[in-house]
Nanobody, 119 residues
Framework: QVQLVESGGGLVQAGGSLRLSCAAS????????MGWYRQAPGKQRELVAS???????NYADFVEGRFTVSRDNAKNTVYLQMNSLKSEDIAVYYC?????????????WGQGTQVTVSS
């Protein structure tokens, strides 16, 4: 079994910053890609950012240089530093990881953390 536990969401004023963390634990042999999706009310879940085990990153266009994804492979943890937050960023943020276990590769998701931006 693999678990992803997120932390760091909350309420912030427009223009402010938040840092999300997501730690993976369990029967992990290795982790390929880690990253973040978000889902706003009434909208589909969308990719925010991802990072490979080698450190290659990918960002959604709407990030516009405001967010930075990073990871600590030794801790099986991925981070999302979010700066210059806007009301459009209000959503539940989910981390995910493509994890190799004894049974092969599978995708795992965190429980989600709410990000709210006040104007």
């Amino acid at each position: 079994q693999v678990q992803l536990v997120e932390s760091g969401g909350g309420l912030v004023q427009a223009g402010g910053s938040l840092r999300l963390s997501c730690a993976a634990s369990g029967s992990i042999i290795s982790i390929n890609v880690m990253g973040w999706y978000r889902q706003a009310p009434g909208k589909q879940r969308e990719l925010v950012a991802s990072i490979s085990s080698g450190g290659s990153t990918n960002y959604a266009d709407f990030v516009e240089g405001r967010f930075t994804v990073s990871r600590d492979n030794a801790k099986n943890t991925v981070y999302l530093q979010m700066n210059s937050l806007k009301s459009e960023d209000i959503a539940v943020y989910y981390c995910y990881a493509r994890v190799r276990t004894m049974t092969g590769y599978s995708n795992y998701w965190g429980q989600g953390t709410q990000v709210t931006v006040s104007s």
